[in-house]
């Protein structure tokens, strides 16, 4: 969920059978009357978050489009009205062994002055599950396209009981952070699909992370 100016941007997967899951968009600004934009993207796409300003006049999302044979990797697309999206990219992020299989947006960016900073997740198959693990990396303030810094190492991984048993076993899957004025910042995730977890860092830690990881 993106706050900008006086209304609330929801990406959400929609699943269209057989055709898989796509983008879809949903505005609200008092979270009881919704206007739905619809599917914004073709499938197989899904892990979207759009930027919390428009960047050179245009709305900025992070996707990740999905490869037949389930790998996927972390797209950046353009808009000027949240329908209609273009000028798309993928992201230039290392292939650690953590995100071989595929990487994907997780919180809305934030805004810091050495660039964008992205909260993400990466999964690796091993021989009996897909591991998710949570990673950092930073883009470009001006243009977002361009990775600035991106640590092969991870910042979370699945180890806690309630993060390796449950729905799905290994995950730790983050949808959102807040960030205070101090700079703390609490990483909201789930646990093997089953529970909601939150960790807590900051801003400067994970921009130290990201610069000298």
């Known amino acids: 969920i993106t706050c900008i100016e006086d ?5 959400h997967a929609l699943y269209l059978d057989q055709l898989g899951s796509c983008i879809a968009i949903a505005e609200t600004r008092d979270f009881k009357n919704f206007v739905s934009l619809g599917e914004v993207s073709v499938p197989s796409n899904r892990n979207a978050v759009i930027f919390p300003e428009k960047i050179n006049g245009l709305y900025c999302r992070l996707e990740r489009p999905q490869n037949i044979d ?3 990797r972390i797209w950046i697309s353009y ?3 949240l329908v209609f999206w273009g000028k798309s990219q993928p992201l230039d992020i290392p292939h650690t062994f953590w995100q071989l299989q595929k990487n994907g947006a997780g919180t809305v960016p934030i805004k810091t002055d050495k660039g964008w900073l992205e909260i993400y997740h990466g999964t690796v198959m091993t021989a009996s599950t897909e591991n998710y693990y949570l990673g950092a990396l930073l883009l470009d303030l001006d243009d977002p396209s361009k990775v600035i810094a991106a640590p092969e190492k991870y910042i979370l991984a699945p180890e806690k009981i309630y993060e390796c048993v449950g729905q799905v076993p290994n995950v730790v899957f983050t949808g959102g952070a807040v960030v205070d004025k101090e700079g703390k910042m609490l990483i909201y995730y789930g646990g093997a699909d089953t529970c909601m977890c939150v960790a807590e860092s900051s ?5 130290d ?5």
Request: proline letters at 5%.
């Open 7 to 11: 209304r609330y941007i929801i990406c």
């Open 70 to 72: 389930g790998r996927g």
């Open 79 to 81: 808009s000027p009205d």
């Open 203 to 207: 801003v400067d830690k994970l921009l």
């Open 209 to 213: 992370f990201c610069f000298n990881s």
